[in-house]
């Protein structure tokens, strides 16, 4: 974060703390709601991926996306439902272990990594969908600036996850096209 931005973020902070009080509406709880449904879902998804991968590098990348991205929004989120008064999921699944080692997983019932790579891009861009959905729905500034923080840094693990694939032979490189 730049030292602009630094500042931009602290005025809105200040700015926000005297001017703009109000509680979530409706659709801006119904969103953080969602949010939170999904994500503990996305974490028991992530969990049983992670140890069905077996390049490193993807392992990385869904710890990341676990730890990251997925944790993080939905502790942000439960953070500002419950300050607006609202309720909190009680959906809850399951924790797995991540084993650090390759499982012994028979292979008609073991995903490639490739499967693995593609679920969690699947994942993560139905998740920014969802995100720039709530974001376009939300009034309150720190809900959409934690949406827009949250949307930046999983477009960045995105790309970051489309070039392993592609330097893996996981997705085609396709032609391009010439006048």
Known sequence: MTILEKVSSETRGIFNMFFDKEPLNYLEAASLYGVIAQGRYNVAALEILYNHAEDKELKGLIKEALERHNKTLIEHSEEMLQNSGGSIP?????RRTLHKTP???????HLTDSEVAIAV???????QMALLAALHQSYQVEVALMYREMLDAGLDWDYRLLQLMLNRGWLPRLAKIQH
């Open 103 to 109: 499982l012994n997983i028979p292979p008609d019932a």
């Open 121 to 127: 891009g699947t994942m993560g861009k139905a998740a």
């Open 90 to 94: 009680s959906l809850s699944f399951n």
